[in-house]
Each structure stands twice: as structure tokens, then as C-alpha cells.
């Protein structure tokens, strides 16, 4: 079964520093795509950046990139230059690459930028 | 576009009653899900729509739920009874025909339900 962990519940950082949320997963396919999903007091939730498993390099979304890890199936988020903004819970979530494959989310991590 | 469009924003109703949740999906997308979110289980996916056609519901709680999808621009989620534990966020997400390339869902403000 498809499973997505993140283990870090809540994260603090100061403004315009450097943060990593880590991100695992467990499947057994060999194409498959991975999101980052960002949620802000609004509830809204937002697609921060996508990855898909048969790229080898890194995808980057202005301040934020990903480190992909494909053989020890680790995702991980750095938002670079934290901004006020960025206070919100994220969500690493995993989806097949067939087309009936439904996404599964983690449980998330509460990113809190402290001024 | 005005996105994934969802009605009401907040529900409150009374154990006992039914409660109904609408999603209008973004023009042109053919898959809709439906979410519930809350602190102790996270985000859920309750059942989701291909071309109106439910695909996959084995999320759905029990027999109280249920959803339609009577055209490709409009669907309900349905809850008879209501129970207090029913108490959520629940968010319709939309996406455009499948393709290897996008995969991304857009998501509804989201409806708070709670039940007394």
C-alpha cells in the first residue's frame, strides 16, 4: 500500500532563514509523482511544487526546491528565504502514474515564520 | 476562473439532521474528489468522479454519506443522519483530463461542518 509519512508535526524558524520539511513515502511502482501542497490559515490548499519520479533533477519553484531521493524514496521541501507568507501547514503527497491512481497526503507539518 | 467553488463555507446543524455539501468543479476538468480533514486523521479522500462516474469510494465512512455527480459541473455530499463526529473541514477538488505531465488537483475553500 501507498503510504506518505512526514515526521515532523510543527517547525519554527525565524524570517528569511533556510527551511527543510521532510518528507517519505513507500510504493512499489516505478513511475510515480510527488506534490507539495501548501495550506495557510485560509484552508486553501495550494500546490507548491510537483515532482515527477523519472526526473532525475530537481524541481524548483522560485524559493522553493525539492531534494529527491529516489532510492530511499525521501521528498523533501527547502523553502529558502522564509517570508511571514509561508506560515502554514504543508503536505507531502504521492500519486501512481496510472489514471485511476488517487493521491495520498501525509499528515502534515505546521511551518510557523516567526518575525 | 473562479476555481473550485464549494457551498456553504460553514454548516452548523444538529445531530440527527441531514446536512448537504455542493462542489462546483473548475469548466473542462473531468475528475472531482471529495476531502474531509480533520486534526486526528489528517486529509481523507472520501470518494472520487471521473466523467460523473463515481471511480473509487472506499473512503466513504459508512452508508450515513453519499455522494452524486449529476453533470460535470456540479456535485453534493450528502450526510443522513448527521453525528456529532462528522465534525470537519470538507473540500471538493477538481483536475483537467489526466496527463502525465500535470496530475494537479485544485482544491475548494473547503466547507467547515460541525455537528451538535
Known amino acids: 500500500a501507498q503510504t506518505v509519512t512526514q515526521s515532523q508535526p510543527e517547525m519554527s524558524v525565524q524570517e528569511a532563514e533556510t527551511v527543510t520539511l521532510s518528507c517519505t513515502y513507500d510504493?512499489?511502482?516505478?513511475?510515480?509523482?510527488l506534490f507539495w501542497y501548501k495550506q495557510p490559515p485560509s484552508r486553501q490548499m495550494i500546490l507548491v511544487i510537483r515532482?515527477?519520479?523519472?526526473?532525475?533533477q530537481n524541481a524548483t519553484e522560485n524559493r522553493f526546491s525539492v531534494n529527491f531521493q529516489k532510492a530511499a524514496k525521501s521528498f523533501s521541501l527547502k523553502i529558502s528565504d522564509s517570508q511571514l507568507g509561508d506560515t502554514a501547514m504543508y503536505f507531502c503527497a504521492h500519486t501512481g502514474g496510472n489514471r485511476d491512481d488517487k493521491i495520498i497526503f501525509g499528515k502534515g507539518t505546521r511551518l510557523h515564520i516567526l518575525p | 476562473d473562479a476555481g473550485v467553488i464549494q457551498s456553504p463555507r460553514h454548516e452548523v446543524t444538529e445531530m440527527g439532521q441531514e446536512v448537504t455539501l455542493r462542489c462546483k468543479p473548475i469548466?473542462?476538468?473531468?475528475?472531482l474528489f471529495w476531502y474531509r480533514q480533520t486534526m486526528m486523521r489528517g486529509l481523507e479522500l472520501l470518494i472520487y468522479f471521473n466523467n460523473n462516474v463515481p471511480i473509487d469510494d472506499s473512503g466513504m465512512p459508512e452508508d450515513r454519506f453519499s455522494a452524486k455527480m449529476p453533470n460535470a459541473s456540479f456535485s453534493t455530499l450528502k450526510i443522513q443522519p448527521s453525528e456529532p463526529r462528522d465534525s470537519a473541514v470538507y473540500f471538493c477538488a477538481s483536475s483537467p483530463p489526466w496527463d502525465r505531465t500535470l496530475y494537479e488537483q485544485y482544491f475548494g475553500p473547503g466547507t467547515r461542518l460541525t455537528v451538535t
Open positions: 469548466s473542462g476538468h473531468n475528475s
Open positions: 510504493t512499489s511502482e516505478n513511475n510515480y509523482y
Open positions: 515532482q515527477e519520479a523519472y526526473k532525475q
